[in-house]
T-cell receptor
Framework: KAGVTQTPRYLIKTRGQQVTLSCSPISGHRSVSWYQQTPGQGLQFLFEYFSETQRNKGNFPGRFSGRQFSNSRSEMNVSTLELGDSALYLC?????????????FGPGTRLLVL | SQQGEEDPQALSIQEGENATMNCSYKTSINNLQWYRQNSGRGLVHLILIRSNEREKHSGRLRVTLDTSKKSSSLLITASRAADTASYFCATDARTGGGADGLTFGKGTHLIIQP
């Protein structure tokens, strides 16, 4: 099976802009989670989607949003970008229907906000 | 917030030696997982140990879990240069049912000297 794919891999934006990141999970996986990784804060959970519904949400401002489509592909959007949003954004998929079982991560999208 | 704390933050050993890294966490958990990350890329799942398990093996990896001390250790035996990476522990908190996603520690950076 193909692994988790994320597009784009690299992105440069300026403050105030918005950005949309895409994630295609492993075929058959219905759970998709998003994480932000920064040198200062480490890996932090953004949200999880399962069967097109946001099931869980981390402690991030409302500028961070996401959605999941019927084919389980997911997108996350960050509006009004701030310098601190520069990070590696990781998507992970899982076949599990409950809880946090083994996560299969994509290569990430590296976002730089100038 | 960080649930897990890895120790040491960095570890440098000679190829062929064993590497041990530790993880401590704060709340009751459903499971604890270890992941590896190479140079800011995606995370690779290594092993999952459930709260009712005490030890688990996978190839050259051995993981222990002590729920009374809220700690876990990862042992990599007969290390290889390819094991050079950052290693993270991640917990699925019992009270959340996944509501907090996986909570990651800050990681141990392992360097294997040839």
């Amino acid at each position: 099976k193909a692994g988790v794919t994320q597009t784009p891999r690299y992105l440069i934006k300026t403050r105030g802009q918005q950005v949309t990141l895409s994630c295609s999970p492993i075929s058959g996986h219905r759970s998709v989670s998003w994480y932000q990784q920064t040198p200062g804060q480490g890996l932090q959970f953004l949200f999880e989607y399962f069967s097109e519904t946001q099931r869980n949400k981390g402690n991030f401002p409302g500028r961070f949003s996401g959605r999941q489509f019927s084919n389980s592909r997911s997108e996350m959007n960050v509006s009004t970008l701030e310098l601190g949003d520069s990070a590696l954004y990781l998507c992970a998929s899982s076949p599990a229907q409950g809880g946090m079982e083994t996560q299969y991560f994509g290569p990430g999208t590296r976002l730089l906000v100038l | 917030s960080q649930q897990g704390e890895e120790d040491p933050q960095a570890l440098s050993i000679q190829e062929g030696e064993n590497a041990t890294m530790n993880c401590s966490y704060k709340t009751s958990i459903n499971n604890l997982q270890w992941y590896r990350q190479n140079s800011g890329r995606g995370l690779v799942h290594l092993i999952l140990i459930r709260s009712n398990e005490r030890e688990k093996h996978s190839g050259r990896l051995r993981v222990t879990l002590d729920t009374s001390k809220k700690s876990s250790s990862l042992l990599i035996t007969a290390s290889r240069a390819a094991d050079t990476a950052s290693y993270f522990c991640a917990t699925d908190a019992r009270t959340g049912g996944g509501a907090d996603g996986l909570t990651f520690g800050k990681g141990t950076h392992l360097i294997i000297q040839p």
